[in-house]
C-alpha cells in the first residue's frame, strides 16, 4: 500500500493550494479517506475526512468553510483544496486511508494506512 502526497508549496495568506495524495495497493473506491496535519513541535490533528460511501464529509472548525475534500475514484486520488489559507495552516499536510470505518473519523487510531505528507507553508 502507499499513499504518495504531493502538491504542498508555499504560498501568501489569503491565497490557495490544492493537495493531492495517489494511493496505489487498496480499492480505493471502498476506504474512507482523510487529511491530518502537524505542525513544527505540534500533535497530528484532524484536518478533514470522507466517508467511501454516501458522500458524508467532515471538518475541522478551523477550516470549515475554507478547505474542500474531495476524491476521484477513477484516479485512485484524493484531494484538499485550500483557500483563504491562513499563517497558521502552515503544516506538513498526510493523507491517510481507512480500511472500515468505526465512527472516529477524527482520530488518528481509525486509519490503517499513511502518506509521507507534504509541506504547506502559508507567509504572512
Known amino acids: 500500500v502507499q499513499l504518495q502526497a504531493y502538491g504542498g508549496g508555499l504560498v501568501q495568506a489569503g491565497g490557495y493550494l490544492k493537495v493531492s495524495c495517489a494511493a496505489s495497493?487498496?480499492?480505493?473506491?471502498?476506504?474512507?479517506m482523510a487529511w491530518f496535519r502537524q505542525a513544527p513541535g505540534k500533535e497530528r490533528e484532524f484536518v478533514a475526512a470522507?466517508?467511501?460511501?454516501?458522500?458524508?464529509?467532515y471538518y475541522a472548525e478551523s477550516v470549515k468553510g475554507r478547505f474542500t475534500i474531495f476524491r476521484d475514484n477513477a484516479k485512485s486520488t484524493l484531494y484538499l483544496q485550500m483557500s483563504s489559507l491562513k499563517p497558521e495552516d502552515t503544516a506538513i499536510y498526510f493523507c491517510a486511508a481507512d480500511r472500515r470505518y468505526s465512527g472516529h473519523y477524527w482520530t488518528v487510531a481509525e486509519y490503517d494506512y499513511w502518506g509521507q505528507g507534504t509541506q504547506v507553508t502559508v507567509s504572512s
Open positions: 495497493g487498496i480499492t480505493f473506491s471502498t476506504f474512507g
Open positions: 470522507e466517508r467511501w460511501s454516501g458522500g458524508y464529509t
